[in-house]
């Protein structure tokens, strides 16, 4: 997720840490010496940080005092910027690396300690940009024409006017930052250390204590019974602690809605959606077109029923794999395979995406108190992006290293084409770059599948991640939106009320009235689990960033002229462009139905592959074992 300084993109999926390799794979470790060689370089670099810092100071109320003094104090808060950028993004991985380690978590604290220092310092360039006005702004530009890499990020601050604080205002919200995320500590806090975690005893007499890591692994179980066991005890914990969750949560959102009334907003949709200049068509659009085409969800629904000879579905029947298999694919054969999907977008991305992957960009395989999950850091803007990945061997593995490599491509294309003042790129247009890489990945296994077992796999996987991707984040946008605007309109919300709102919205999604899914109400508390509510509307960027990667990744699969040109036209863009504008120019306009009807029709398509391929094919079977064909 990226916030003020923008650290990492997370993805949804999350594997399980555990130990697998040995200190021959180093081979698989990512070089952070490409950073900094040893962390004395790092504290160096942090004192001529602080260095800087002292000498922007002195622009303040001075930015216009002449064009090269303009240009001077601009270049020096980009430089300050990106220094930062570096600095914190080294400590972030350094300790990611080992969570355990105190000296990686000191480094952490130091690195946040030191952004804020940042952001306090350089609050007084927006109100002063301001203060100037677009007439003498614009003077200025012309009078250096090298300062007009920065146009784009003057404009941005300029048409935010109103909704900007004179420099005492700004200092004030900066300093008070540290002290507003107490909402999202104590979430993080009960829900990942204090929580006294439930312990269940499964069919074949294994003890589990059911704790989030545990609950994602064993939802999945085989024997229903079990799955039923594990759904109860993790969500009765959770529904224990619902007052709590709720205090919490609200406090989250009444600092949005003071965050939006103090910067002169109607509301805390308007205000994150206009930091990057978003339609609130968007988002509506996004939400309204899930709900029409709630039928597509419900009718895969019904195929997971009846692929898993259950005669009624239930809330914990969601997450079981439709087709398991025991197919392995390592890291090596991940990236030929990753590396042939991708061939469709040109021989320079290949050829880029190879040398990455046999540069010490990635951490690949889990260890003891390495952090979990994901993600792609593209940040650090002249050295190169850096990838944290947990290959566990399996296909969901594949297509998270796909995911992730799309990022990861978008950055260096960014980085490459962009001054650093335009190169980083928001959360709207960096999920575009992910989906589109597991759509061309998707179409290459399905070309070479050995059969129609194989191509089931592929298939579910796809089809699960639609659901996941689409369905589930557009009712999470459902869900944020109702909240934020009853406490925008000064209503209260316990935690029993925000359980009431969830479940119904749940309950209408997966079908509960009509018999599709029946949801069980100690499993509507589910909204005190979803970490994402406490970065304001973001998960809606994972729907409309999937639509509109599945429409790119179509146009270049079936060779359409210009196609491929305009996807990667917007990967080199950055944060050049307003994101929307930017992917409407290349074809896909996220503010109208035409991208959320395409992803439904891709949805509906491959349930027809489904359901050919078991009319066709009676003995393709739920378990897989062969092995995979290469490219």
Same mark, same amino acid.
């Given at each position: 997720?990226?916030?003020h300084?923008?650290i ?5 999926i999350?594997?399980?840490?555990s ?28 004192a001529t940080?602080e260095?800087q ?6 622009? =303040?109320?001075?930015?216009a ?23 914190s ?10 969570t ?9 604290? !130091?690195?946040?300690v030191l ?8 609050s ?12 003498k ?13 920065y ?5 941005d ?28 500590a ?11 975690w439930?312990k ?5 007499g ?9 609950y994602?692994k064993y939802?999945?179980?085989?024997? !229903? ?11 009765g ?5 619902e ?32 930091a990057?200049k978003?339609p ?5 659009t996004?939400v ?22 259950? =005669? ?7 997450y079981?794999?439709?087709?398991s ?8 054969q ?8 991708v ?5 320079d ?13 990635m951490?690949?395989?889990p260890?003891?108190?390495k ?13 190169h ?10 296909y969901?593995?594949l ?7 799309g990022?990861?491509?978008h ?17 709207f247009?960096?999920e ?27 298939l ?15 009712m999470?946008a459902?869900f944020? !939106?109702?909240?934020h ?18 479940g ?24 005190a ?5 406490y970065?304001?509307?973001?998960v809606?960027?994972?729907?409309t ?12 699969l ?14 080199r ?6 994101p929307?504008?930017?992917v ?20 509906? =398509?491959?349930m027809?592959?489904i359901?050919?391929?078991q009319?066709? =094919? ?9 092995s995979?064909?290469?490219?």
């Amino acid at each position: 997720m990226k916030k003020h300084f923008p650290i990492a993109i997370l993805a949804l999926i999350t594997v399980a840490a555990s130990s697998v390799l040995g200190a021959e794979m180093e081979v698989d470790r990512w070089n952070l010496k490409d950073l900094y060689a040893t962390q004395t370089d790092w504290d160096k670099d942090a004192a001529t940080l602080e260095q800087q810092l002292k000498v922007l100071s002195s622009c =303040s109320g001075h930015l216009a005092q002449s064009a090269k003094r303009f240009k001077t104090c601009l270049d020096l808060n980009a430089d300050v910027l990106k220094r930062y950028y570096r600095l914190s993004s080294y400590a972030s991985q350094f300790s990611d690396e080992d969570t355990g380690l105190a000296a990686g978590q000191d480094l952490k604290q !130091r690195a946040e300690v030191l952004g804020n220092h940042v952001e306090e310092l350089t609050s007084f360039v927006s109100p002063e940009i301001l203060k100037l006005g677009r007439t003498k702004v614009s003077a200025l530009l012309k009078a250096d024409k090298s300062t007009a890499i920065y146009s784009h990020w003057l404009d941005d601050i300029l048409r935010t006017a109103s909704h900007t604080l004179d420099h005492r205002g700004e200092q004030l919200i900066a300093n008070f930052s540290l002290a507003t995320g107490a909402a999202g500590a104590v979430y993080s806090t009960l829900s990942d250390a204090d929580m006294p975690w439930p312990k269940v005893k499964l069919s074949d007499g294994v003890e589990i204590v059911v704790d989030q890591s545990a609950y994602t692994k064993y939802r999945a179980l085989d024997n !229903r019974a079990d799955r039923k066991l594990v759904f109860d005890a993790f969500w009765g914990k959770w529904k224990e602690f619902e007052r709590t969750y709720g205090v919490t949560f609200y406090e989250q959102l009444k600092k949005d809605a003071a965050l939006a009334k103090v910067r002169n907003y109607p509301d805390s949709l308007t205000q994150a959606l206009d930091a990057h200049k978003l339609p609130r068509a968007v988002y509506d659009t996004l939400v309204a077109q899930a709900e029409v085409n709630l039928p597509t969800l419900h009718r895969y629904f019904k195929l997971r029923a009846k692929m898993l000879g259950v =005669s009624e579905m239930r809330y914990y029947d969601i997450y079981p794999p439709m087709v398991s298999s025991d197919l392995k694919y390592p890291i090596g054969q991940s990236t030929e395979l990753m590396l042939a999907a991708v061939k469709p977008l040109g021989d320079d991305y290949a050829r880029a995406m190879k040398q990455g992957t046999q540069s010490g960009w990635m951490d690949v395989y889990p260890r003891p108190k390495k952090r979990s999950g994901a993600y792609m850091n593209g940040s650090v803007y002249d050295v190169h992006p850096f990838l944290l990945l947990n290959h566990n061997d399996d296909y969901e593995s594949l297509s998270t290293l796909a995911h992730e490599w799309g990022h990861a491509m978008h950055s260096y294309l960014s980085n490459r084409s962009q001054p650093f003042i335009s190169a980083d790129y928001p959360t709207f247009t960096a999920e575009i770059a992910s989906t589109t890489n597991e759509v061309l990945l998707l179409d290459h296994m399905l070309k070479i599948a050995s059969n129609d077992s194989e191509k089931m796999l592929y298939l579910d996987s796809a089809l699960e991640n639609l659901r996941g991707t689409f369905f589930r984040q557009a009712m999470f946008a459902a869900f944020e !939106r109702d909240v934020h605007a009853k406490v925008d309109k000064g209503e209260s919300l316990t935690g029993e009320a925000l359980t009431k709102i969830y479940g119904d919205i749940l309950k209408r999604y997966h079908g509960d009235k009509e018999g599709v899914v029946k949801i069980d109400e100690l499993y509507t508390v589910e909204w005190a689990y979803i970490p994402h509510f406490y970065n304001r509307f973001y998960v809606f960027q994972y729907a409309t960033s999937i639509s509109a990667g599945a429409m790119f990744a179509d146009e270049i699969l079936k060779g359409t002229p210009g196609a491929r040109e305009r996807y990667l036209n917007i990967l080199r863009a950055g944060g050049s462009r307003y994101p929307y504008e930017l992917v409407k120019e290349a074809g896909v306009d996220l503010a109208s139905p035409a991208p959320y009807v395409a992803i439904v029709a891709r949805m509906n =398509s491959i349930m027809d592959q489904i359901e050919a391929i078991q009319s066709s =094919s009676p003995y393709a079977t739920r378990r897989i074992s062969q092995s995979p064909v290469l490219p």
